[in-house]
């Protein structure tokens, strides 16, 4: 088993029991050049928000989208979209990715802009 499957396998697991609770869900993805995450609806259906370091008013600011400040960035923004859409509390879907650099700083952005984990 090679790292990517691993990591498929923990977000696989994750995401089942994120299912069976049936609550709206911050899904974070991340490559070695960028940060993506996205509000999912309770059924897993429906994107209702998304955010990443492609978008054009966050390229401006950065002039690298694959670190620290640009993950915190992205978290910002999520949260911002989210409240905007009346969505307070979420469910964290690291996708089997480790709750470490990145993805810690996008998930605590995130909270101090309003989203409740």
């Given at each position: ?5 691993a ?60 670190n ?24 964290f ?8 650099g ?16």
């Amino acid at each position: 088993m090679n790292k990517n499957q691993a990591r498929l396998r923990r977000s696989r697991k994750t995401r089942a029991k994120l299912a069976e609770l049936k609550v709206v869900r911050l899904s974070v993805f991340r490559t070695n050049c960028h940060m993506y995450a996205q509000i999912i609806d309770a059924t897993g259906g429906k994107v209702l928000a998304s955010a990443s370091t492609v978008e054009a008013d966050v390229r401006k600011e950065l002039s690298n989208g694959g670190n620290s400040a640009a993950a915190a960035i992205v978290g910002k923004r999520i949260a911002d979209k989210a409240k905007s859409l009346g969505i307070e509390k979420v469910a964290f879907d690291r996708s089997g990715f480790r709750y470490h650099g990145r993805v810690k700083s996008l998930a605590e952005a995130a909270r101090e802009n309003g989203l409740v984990f």
